[in-house]
């Protein structure tokens, strides 16, 4: 990493308020260059509050933007932290409107020229192609990240028409712990209670909301892009990694836009900026990358930058199951269209007899983070013991390698004796040694097969083919290797089982198959594309106090042999405690659980904990919050349980519970 002290301008920053058009402000911080001429402004927009949370992030960035000519603006979205107004959903209409208001609010200051481009990774990237779809006309170029282009199948809610367990409790809890943190009031002054106070009365658990939606309805087409790719008038440069889930995300933007405004690149990385030097690399020189994009959509700068393929893609070499890789083995290619016809369907054919599947519930403990982080246990372990519980289907890797970019697609000809239940695919690479990569994976709820916006029963006694793809993903299967095929019946904690679904289904080889994207070598790869080493601008000066407390594991299994019981337990380490220049104290602890017995799929139950203190002792601060979260189910629903308390000092200044009964109409 090359951290930039000196720039082609000084800057300068600020903290504003940006009036909305009822009346709500909200919190922004603007870095400048230090010029007399007007500059385009750059937005990131976001819940996670800029005083503190991605207070480090936001510093390896903004200046550095600011620092070459442009005026980079981080804001927090309304209700969070010191904007004025309550919490909303992610990505409502009130957010929407909001951004479209700070992009002209930016536009019409006498330091910017007019041309605002917005940036952001996750909840940042999603709504900045959001507010593209909506068509401001300051709006002129998007870097989005890590970003989703549909609400419902592409996001931390559902998979395949399914419930995402792993993730969609996970994160609603969060939320609901990040919702209820208090303004500070250095920077909100002394209505700070008042505004927390209200703040908390509207807070509600986005998991009610979340479950009562569990088909592709309304609710989850407002936001979706992918409901209409032309209303996105920006230029649009779309960044994912191979270990992000929404990487899917970037191959449809590049194959739906006018190629003439816009670019793609998916690198071998987590859910992180690719600046970052979180594993899995090689980081890349990512801001330098952006600002080749904004000079040339925002300045006018003939860089080059359109001329290179519409979409780069790091393709991984094979390489040994590990749940963290400093860096990968690889490279990078490029194709000028995309879909490519440098790729073409290969179609392997299932083969033997019909085979009875019931993978034990607890199939999928070693499926590793949804959304990984960078953490050194985030990526599946080998998936042998996985495989054990799986219908395997091999085909052998001859002499030469067989490489492949995009989604691969499964058709399985099935038979249910029951009217619901799931099927899950995992792609995995075999070494000699027997050792199995997981390469991707897709699932399918059956119930779903004829469509996401439905819920069809499952002919009961009868067979039906079902097709269904998996994520995608650049591998390369070495020479000697096996490419193995598994499908399970259960999926835990990714997949919420439903009852009936411990029966498991019949396959049928003999209608069943693996269709892979493989692409054709192309000795124009190899050195064609590079990229900087990363660089950023100097870092906050957080520091992270030691302590005694030995940390607990990342992620742990418990198995209770006699109850046939299994327990996932996972921390996961957004940021721990940590002290900031101004002398805030953050601390922060989440431990989530995930319960299941092999044979009963109303077993399954999740619980996620939060424990958030924010103190500044020079003012005698001192607040806490704490949440604790639940879902479990019956026959007929879903159970959830959610519990807030904030106390200031030692005072309870909130306490709410929240129970509910949500009906399982699919999912």
Same mark, same amino acid.
């Given at each position: 990493?090359?951290?930039r002290?000196?720039?082609?301008?000084?800057?300068?920053?600020e903290?504003?308020?940006?009036?909305?058009?009822?009346?709500?402000?909200?919190?922004?911080?603007?870095?400048?260059?230090?010029?007399?001429?007007?500059?385009?402004a750059?937005?990131?927009?976001v819940?996670?509050?800029?005083?503190?949370?991605?207070?480090?992030?936001?510093?390896?960035?903004h200046?550095?933007?600011? !620092?070459?000519g442009?005026?980079?603006?981080?804001?927090?979205?309304?209700?969070?932290?010191?904007?004025?107004?309550?919490?909303?959903?992610?990505?409502?209409?009130?957010?929407?409107?909001?951004?479209?208001a700070?992009?002209?609010?930016?536009?019409?200051?006498?330091?910017?020229?007019?041309?605002?481009?917005?940036?952001?990774?996750?909840?940042?990237?999603?709504?900045?192609?959001?507010?593209?779809?909506?068509?401001?006309?300051?709006?002129?170029?998007v870097?989005?990240?890590c970003?989703?282009?549909?609400?419902?199948d592409?996001?931390?809610?559902?998979?395949?028409?399914s419930?995402?367990?792993?993730?969609?409790?996970?994160?609603?809890?969060?939320?609901?712990?990040?919702a209820?943190?208090?303004?500070?009031?250095?920077?909100?002054?002394?209505?700070?209670?008042?505004?927390?106070?209200?703040?908390l009365?509207?807070?509600?658990?986005?998991?009610?909301?979340?479950?009562?939606?569990?088909?592709r309805?309304?609710?989850?087409?407002?936001?979706?892009?992918?409901?209409?790719?032309?209303?996105?008038?920006?230029?649009?440069?779309?960044?994912?990694?191979?270990?992000?889930?929404?990487?899917?995300?970037?191959?449809?933007?590049?194959?739906?836009?006018p190629?003439?405004?816009?670019?793609?690149?998916?690198?071998?990385?987590?859910?992180?900026?690719p600046?970052?030097?979180?594993?899995?690399?090689?980081?890349?020189?990512?801001?330098?990358?952006?600002?080749?994009?904004?000079?040339?959509?925002?300045?006018g700068?003939?860089n080059?930058?359109?001329?290179?393929?519409?979409?780069?893609?790091?393709?991984?070499?094979?390489?040994?199951?590990?749940?963290?890789?400093?860096?990968?083995?690889?490279?990078?290619?490029?194709?000028?269209?995309?879909?490519?016809?440098?790729?073409?369907?290969?179609?392997?054919?299932?083969?033997?007899a019909?085979?009875?599947?019931?993978?034990?519930?607890?199939?999928?403990?070693?499926?590793?983070?949804?959304?990984?982080f960078?953490?050194?246990?985030?990526?599946?372990?080998d998936?042998?013991?996985?495989?054990?519980?799986?219908?395997c289907?091999?085909?052998?890797?001859?002499?030469?390698?067989?490489?492949?970019?995009?989604?691969?697609?499964?058709?399985?000809?099935?038979?249910?004796d029951?009217?619901?239940g799931?099927?899950?695919?995992?792609?995995?690479?075999?070494?000699?040694?027997?050792?199995?990569?997981l390469?991707?994976?897709?699932?399918?709820?059956?119930?779903a097969?004829?469509?996401?916006?439905?819920?069809?029963?499952?002919?009961?006694?009868?067979?039906?083919?079902?097709?269904f793809e998996?994520?995608?993903?650049?591998?390369?299967?070495?020479?000697?290797?096996?490419?193995?095929?598994?499908?399970?019946?259960?999926?835990?904690?990714?997949?919420?089982?439903?009852a009936?679904?411990e029966?498991?289904?019949?396959?049928?080889?003999?209608?069943?198959?693996?269709?892979?994207?493989v692409?054709?070598?192309?000795?124009?790869?190899?050195?064609?594309?590079?990229?900087?080493?990363?660089?950023?601008?100097?870092?906050?000066?957080?520091?992270?106090?030691?302590?005694?407390?030995?940390?607990?594991?990342?992620?742990?299994?418990?198995?209770?042999?006699?109850?046939?019981?299994?327990?996932?337990?996972?921390?996961?380490?957004?940021?721990?405690?940590r002290?900031?220049?101004? !002398?805030?104290?953050?601390?922060?602890?989440?431990?989530?659980?995930?319960?299941?017995?092999?044979?009963?799929p109303?077993?399954?139950?999740?619980?996620?904990d939060?424990?958030i203190?924010?103190?500044?002792p020079?003012?005698?601060?001192?607040?806490?919050?704490?949440?604790?979260?639940?879902?479990?189910?019956?026959?007929?629903?879903?159970?959830t349980?959610n519990?807030?308390?904030?106390?200031?000092?030692?005072?309870v200044?909130?306490?709410?519970?929240?129970?509910?009964?949500?009906p399982?109409?699919?999912?």
């Amino acid at each position: 990493m090359i951290i930039r002290t000196e720039f082609p301008y000084p800057t300068a920053h600020e903290d504003v308020r940006i009036p909305m058009p009822d009346g709500v402000e909200l919190y922004a911080r603007i870095w400048r260059p230090v010029t007399d001429e007007p500059v385009p402004a750059l937005l990131e927009y976001v819940p996670y509050r800029l005083t503190d949370w991605t207070a480090p992030r936001d510093w390896q960035r903004h200046p550095w933007y600011a !620092g070459h000519g442009y005026a980079s603006v981080r804001v927090d979205v309304r209700g969070h932290g010191c904007s004025g107004g309550n919490p909303g959903d992610e990505y409502d209409a009130r957010e929407l409107t909001d951004g479209i208001a700070v992009v002209q609010w930016l536009a019409e200051q006498e330091w910017c020229t007019g041309s605002v481009g917005m940036f952001g990774i996750s909840w940042g990237g999603s709504n900045s192609l959001q507010i593209a779809a909506l068509a401001p006309p300051a709006l002129k170029a998007v870097v989005t990240v890590c970003s989703t282009d549909d609400r419902y199948d592409n996001d931390v809610h559902y998979m395949g028409g399914s419930v995402l367990a792993v993730d969609m409790h996970a994160w609603a809890a969060t939320m609901l712990a990040f919702a209820a943190r208090p303004p500070d009031p250095l920077f909100a002054g002394e209505g700070w209670r008042g505004q927390w106070l209200a703040r908390l009365e509207s807070v509600e658990p986005l998991i009610h909301t979340w479950l009562a939606h569990q088909t592709r309805d309304d609710y989850w087409r407002h936001g979706s892009v992918c409901e209409d790719y032309p209303a996105i008038g920006a230029a649009v440069l779309a960044v994912g990694g191979w270990h992000d889930p929404y990487r899917d995300t970037v191959l449809r933007l590049v194959s739906h836009l006018p190629a003439e405004r816009v670019r793609g690149l998916i690198g071998p990385w987590s859910h992180q900026y690719p600046d970052r030097g979180l594993p899995p690399g090689p980081s890349i020189g990512f801001l330098q990358e952006t600002l080749r994009w904004w000079d040339h959509w925002l300045k006018g700068t003939d860089n080059g930058v359109m001329d290179e393929p519409l979409l780069r893609s790091w393709i991984s070499e094979s390489h040994p199951p590990a749940t963290s890789y400093e860096v990968l083995p690889g490279r990078w290619v490029g194709d000028a269209e995309w879909p490519s016809p440098a790729v073409t369907p290969v179609t392997y054919a299932l083969q033997g007899a019909p085979v009875a599947i019931a993978s034990p519930q607890h199939t999928g403990l070693d499926a590793g983070r949804f959304f990984p982080f960078g953490n050194s246990a985030d990526l599946p372990p080998d998936q042998r013991e996985e495989d054990a519980k799986s219908a395997c289907f091999e085909f052998p890797v001859g002499r030469g390698p067989v490489e492949v970019l995009g989604r691969a697609r499964v058709t399985a000809r099935l038979r249910m004796d029951v009217p619901y239940g799931q099927v899950v695919a995992r792609l995995c690479d075999v070494a000699p040694d027997g050792s199995s990569t997981l390469v991707t994976r897709g699932a399918l709820n059956l119930s779903a097969r004829l469509g996401r916006d439905k819920a069809v029963p499952w002919p009961v006694g009868a067979y039906e083919d079902v097709v269904f793809e998996l994520n995608g993903i650049g591998h390369c299967f070495a020479a000697g290797h096996r490419i193995r095929l598994a499908l399970s019946s259960a999926y835990w904690p990714w997949i919420w089982p439903r009852a009936g679904s411990e029966a498991g289904w019949t396959l049928d080889p003999a209608g069943s198959s693996l269709v892979l994207p493989v692409r054709s070598a192309d000795p124009e790869d190899r050195g064609g594309i590079a990229f900087e080493p990363p660089e950023q601008s100097e870092p906050l000066g957080v520091s992270y106090p030691a302590t005694l407390d030995e940390p607990r594991p990342q992620r742990l299994v418990v198995r209770d042999v006699a109850r046939g019981r299994w327990r996932l337990e996972v921390d996961p380490r957004y940021g721990g405690t940590r002290v900031y220049p101004d !002398g805030l104290e953050y601390g922060e602890e989440a431990l989530e659980v995930y319960e299941i017995d092999s044979a009963d799929p109303l077993s399954a139950r999740t619980r996620s904990d939060w424990r958030i203190r924010l103190h500044r002792p020079e003012l005698a601060w001192d607040v806490r919050v704490e949440t604790r979260s639940e879902v479990s189910c019956d026959e007929g629903g879903f159970l959830t349980s959610n519990e807030l308390v904030c106390r200031e000092g030692e005072e309870v200044v909130f306490h709410r519970t929240w129970e509910r009964r949500l009906p399982r109409a699919a999912g």
